[in-house]
Nanobody, 128 residues
Framework: QVQLVESGGGLVQAGDSLRLSCAAS????????VGWFRQPPGKERECVAT????????YYAGPVKGRFAISRDNAGSTVYLQMNSLKSEDTAVYYC?????????????????????WGQGTQVTVSS
């Protein structure tokens, strides 16, 4: 079992930065791929970024590439999402999720259905 808790969301202005944290508990967390997803108001959930269990492989969705950075500290069981140059369209509830490499490499890193564990989400609001 893996439990995930997101934090770091808030209300910021366009151009500001935020760092989201995803704190995990569970012995096998450092063997899981972790993804950040977001759900803008009235829209479908979308993939933002993913990171391999060792941290050496990352993926970013087009709208955030070059502005967001995902990293992980397995010793501290935490995954981070550094968000820079925030835009109003980044406004969403942000979720972290963890899944096994076997499932995700088969289904695709951004297949939300293939992730086993989810946090409760943290709200990010960017005012223009």
């Amino acid at each position: 079992q893996v439990q995930l808790v997101e934090s770091g969301g808030g209300l910021v202005q366009a151009g500001d930065s935020l760092r989201l944290s995803c704190a995990a508990s569970g012995r096998t967390f450092n063997k899981h791929i972790v993804g950040w997803f977001r759900q803008p108001p009235g829209k479908e959930r979308e993939c933002v970024a993913t990171i391999s269990w060792g941290g050496g492989a990352t993926y970013y969705a087009g709208p955030v590439k070059g502005r967001f950075a995902i990293s992980r500290d397995n010793a501290g069981s935490t995954v981070y999402l550094q968000m820079n140059s925030l835009k109003s369209e980044d406004t969403a509830v942000y979720y972290c999720a963890a899944g096994t490499a076997l499932q995700l490499m088969t289904a695709g890193l951004c297949d939300a259905e293939a992730y086993d564990y989810w946090g409760q989400g943290t709200q990010v609001t960017v005012s223009s």
